[in-house]
């Protein structure tokens, strides 16, 4: 799905992610692809990219690639005054939705 496409964005549903450098920033990177891909009217929802925690920042090249599968990119970080407690990302994400 081509930029183009994606910006005939299904305003229904809004696709809600938390990424962060590491094994769940590859893993984000597959969801969308598939997601653009194969997600039928689905592969057309706004998502929200949310980082949730400092120290974990995404490179330029992830960054641009969440970018070109039309995602918008969210930095949290600053709400987060728990960084140990790993569910805040989910929490951070919601407040953002």
Known sequence: MD???IAKTNDEVTI?????RGRI??????M???LRRSGGSLGRSR???VMPRRGRRL???TLAALESFGAEVHDASGWNRLPWYN?????AAA???
């Open 59 to 61: 490179p330029s090249e």
């Open 16 to 20: 809600v992610c938390c990424v962060e």
């Open 87 to 91: 569910l805040y990302a989910k929490i």
């Open 47 to 49: 998502v929200l990219a």
């Open 3 to 5: 930029t183009a496409e």
């Open 25 to 30: 920033e590859k893993q984000t990177l597959l």
């Open 32 to 34: 969308l692809e598939m």
């Open 95 to 97: 407040r953002l939705a």
